[in-house]
């Protein structure tokens, strides 16, 4: 077991098989030495576990495992990208954006315009 994969353990993390793609995308794509995933939902066992909005369906605390959910699916497919391997490679995320459908009561998505092009994303959940 790889030293990344030993860690999530600690946290009670295990990286299971990557989900199937829920529409037309390839879940990843490599170029030289970099591995860009696609965007994911939060899906576990083929299923979405979480569909609605935040602060109409469900709490701030429940889009955070929604968020946790998508980020281990991540991994999942950046492990099957990676041959099985997390550390064979030099891995830096150059960027990771967050989409968050928002209730009527503000909680929801702010974007900061210029941290995108820092190279990085500037959505937060907030309260309005």
Request: hydrophobic residues 35%.
């Amino acid at each position: 077991m790889s030293t990344v994969e030993s860690r999530l353990n600690k946290l009670g993390i295990s990286l299971a098989a990557p989900p199937k793609p829920v529409a037309a995308y390839v879940p990843y794509t490599i170029s030289g030495n970099q591995v860009f995933v696609s965007g994911q939902v939060p899906v576990s066992d083929g299923a979405l576990k979480y569909v609605g909005k935040l602060g109409a369906d469900f709490s701030v605390e429940v889009g955070q495992a929604a968020a946790q959910l998508c980020a281990i699916n991540i991994l999942s497919v950046l492990k099957e990208a990676c041959e099985g391997d997390l550390e064979g490679r030099n891995c830096t995320v150059q960027g990771l954006d967050g989409c968050i459908a928002e209730g009527k009561d503000g909680i929801g998505r702010k974007c900061d315009k210029d941290a995108t092009k820092r190279g990085g994303s500037g959505c937060h959940l907030s309260e309005s």
